[in-house]
């Protein structure tokens, strides 16, 4: 009856503790993920990572601290965005296609390589760039020019727009035949919704290098595991008899 006892209470504390937990991406690259979790820690965020057999990474995090953590990394333009490459553009064995197909796989190709660029400027959140093409008539004469528009989403925190002529000279030296003229540049900086307070007072550790919210959280946890544990003894108890 005692081993019983103390399986039912191993599987509470078990139960418990993993409902803590909440699930924040899933099927990230190790890489990015790691960037992600030192960032959730640097903001006194807990967060943990699980690796599975693909090499893929799961996120969690405190069910506390769930909308805190989805917000940090939003403002720092995580998890990024997913951009194709030449191989996804023109894949092996691909029959051949029109000039106006792969002109426009091109464009779209120059375009995700611009945003890339942009998107590894520190301060940038999200870039986005739509390249409209020129266009030519029947005869092969230039009908319209082509041209370019740019969206940036910056965080407030770094002045991006100091920066407009050097992106605009990038956008220009990367698309054969544009004019500066015909190139559109947007930046906006992004809403910071959620800014992580400083700690006027650093909290007392306590044993293993628990601060008081920690004690508190284990403390409950462990009335409540206890109690729970009281109740099926008592009930294992009437039952025995």
């Given amino acids: 009856m005692k081993s019983v006892r103390v399986r039912w209470s191993l ?4 139960l418990l503790l993993v409902g803590c937990k909440e699930n924040l991406y899933n099927n990230l690259p190790e890489e990015e993920a790691n960037q992600m979790l030192a960032l959730l820690m640097l903001n006194h965020i807990h967060a943990t990572k699980q690796v599975d057999k693909n090499g893929e990474v799961t996120l969690e995090v405190d069910k506390q601290q769930f909308i805190n953590a989805v917000e940090i990394l939003r403002q720092h333009g995580f998890p990024r965005r997913k951009r194709v490459n030449i191989n996804d553009v023109f894949p092996s064995g691909q029959l051949v296609t029109s000039p106006e197909q792969e002109k426009a796989k091109m464009n779209y190709l120059k375009e995700q390589q611009l945003e890339q660029m942009l ?6 959140i999200e870039s986005s760039v739509s390249i409209a093409a020129d266009k030519a008539d029947d005869t092969g004469k230039q009908e319209t020019a082509p041209s370019a528009a740019v969206l940036i989403k910056y965080s407030p925190e770094i002045n991006i727009s100091v920066y407009r002529d050097q992106i605009k000279s990038l956008i220009h030296d990367s698309i054969p035949g544009i004019s ?6 947007m930046m906006t900086p ?5 800014r992580p307070k400083e700690p006027v007072q650093s909290k007392p ?30 009930l294992f108890g009437r039952r025995s008899r």
């Fill in 205 to 234: 550790s306590f044993a293993f290098g628990m601060n008081m919210d920690q004690v508190i959280l284990y403390t409950g946890v462990g009335g409540a595991v206890f109690a729970l544990a009281g109740i099926c003894s008592l």
């Fill in 190 to 194: 992004a809403a910071f919704r959620y």
């Fill in 180 to 185: 500066y003229d015909n190139i559109s540049i």
């Fill in 119 to 124: 998107s590894d400027m520190d301060g940038v």
């Fill in 11 to 14: 599987l509470l504390v078990v």
